[in-house]
């Protein structure tokens, strides 16, 4: 299990600490849109990214204020027009608590499948349908 994938408090932030382990988080961030993420205890996670139409394995660490995220395969991130190859890319810990809007228990989208029932739209963080699913508080 990686460093803190159970509770996390961050200074600079919110004082309450964000629970990983075993849950799903949607966060929206103007740029990107809705991502939906599973994050299983053991540091594996499933990211629902727009217009993907399967969820991306990968894996999830802390070092110090940041919070790390590796893809398998082959990733391109729309935003920053990079590709990614499996390597680590990190960023504040703030900043990804901030763009949490909603958590749940468990894999409720089956995530960890690969499998997802609709290709995610960049807006779709005002879609019912979609977030539903996830209504408790970060």
Known sequence: IPQGATDIQVDG????P??????????????H???????????DVWLWYPGNPRSLAGQ???EGRNICFRYYGRTYNPVTK???????NCSPHARHKLSASK???????????GNIHIVLQKASNRDAKVTSRCDGAV
């Open 33 to 43: 849109g809705t991502q939906i993420e599973y994050f299983a205890a053991n540091g």
């Open 18 to 31: 964000i629970t990983y382990a075993n849950r799903t988080i949607i966060f929206y961030e103007p740029r």
């Open 60 to 62: 999830f660490k802390l």
């Open 103 to 113: 958590a749940c228990s468990g894999d409720p989208f089956n995530l960890a499948s």
């Open 82 to 88: 990079q590709r990614s190859f499996g390597n680590w």
């Open 13 to 16: 932030g919110s004082s309450a």
